[in-house]
């Protein structure tokens, strides 16, 4: 690595998940194990997996990444949402790479240099972000080496996350692009009503149609973190031939804990493969 380079070394590993190679490869076989692979109508163009604590959300995550065939992809876009930082529309790290108890994972900078041709790039350091760290145990995993763009979001309109889509699509172009948007669904202090609310959201990514999945996403009543990430996401994933989206599977932090009584807070958790 050059002098300027730098190793975003993991704020979670030992947290939300396990800590040590070895914990790590043992929890992931499991859940990978315990997840069907679906055959899909089409090429494989785009993942949405959730990014809780792998206890929570791990299993569910599993059946996303499930669908991903071994050294089917090159560099994998992960877009998830900036919790803790603004960062604008959206940006991306300025790290070389990003460490986990798997190894280092470097950043596509060809890539990112693709996009910044496009859209204007900003590019942010040191950042704690759970959201798109979480997905990359599981794509080591199974894709061993490979590339990734980290791309954190603090999007809010449809028009922003269709062209960023777009843009994404056009770098993507003659490369073997795997696009993953990471989002955990409703956050409510009512079980049920996230059963609810996020059938209304399922429905709406099922329908696979813009102006109806941001109507609902974009909604205030719906508390889905990872929004815009899905909404990029699926833009891009149609601008590279994807047609339909394929709900895989879905969960609560209640199912998980037991704790489904009125008035418990409770996170849901959504698989979905986007497809040509």
């Known amino acids: 690595m050059a002098a300027h380079d730098t190793i975003r070394h993991s704020p979670i590993a030992g947290s939300w998940y396990p800590g040590t190679a070895r914990e790590l490869r043992a929890a992931l076989d499991a859940y990978l194990a315990a997840a069907a692979p679906v055959v899909p109508p089409g090429a494989l163009r785009a993942l949405i997996a959730p990014h809780a604590g792998y206890a929570y959300s791990g299993p569910t995550a599993a059946h996303s990444y499930r669908q991903v065939q071994p050294g089917a992809y090159d560099t994998v876009i992960i877009a998830g949402p900036s919790h803790f930082a603004w960062v604008g529309d959206f940006a991306v790290s300025a790290e070389s790479a990003y460490e986990t108890p798997l190894g280092a994972v470097a950043l596509d900078e060809e890539w990112i240099a693709a996009l910044g041709r496009l859209l204007p790039v900003r590019r942010v350091r040191g950042d704690r972000e759970h959201a798109i760290e979480i997905q990359l145990p599981f794509l080591q995993r199974i894709l061993g080496d490979f590339r990734f763009v980290p791309l954190l979001m603090n999007a809010d ?15 993507s172009r003659g490369k073997r692009i795997l696009l993953v948007a990471s989002s955990d669904m409703d956050h409510m202090d009512n079980h049920a009503d996230v059963v609810t609310h996020d059938a209304d959201v399922r429905r709406a990514v099922a329908s696979f149609d813009l102006g109806a999945m941001a109507a609902v996403l974009l909604d205030p009543a719906y508390t889905v973190c990872g929004r815009a990430p899905i909404l990029t996401m699926a833009a891009a994933a149609q601008s590279l031939g994807a047609a339909r989206a394929q709900m895989l599977y879905h969960t609560t932090s209640g199912d998980v804990t037991g704790r489904t009584e009125p008035g418990h807070y409770t996170v849901g958790y959504l698989s979905a493969a986007l497809t040509a």
């Open 157 to 171: 309109t449809l028009d922003v996350c269709a062209a960023l889509g777009r843009a994404i699509a056009e770098a």
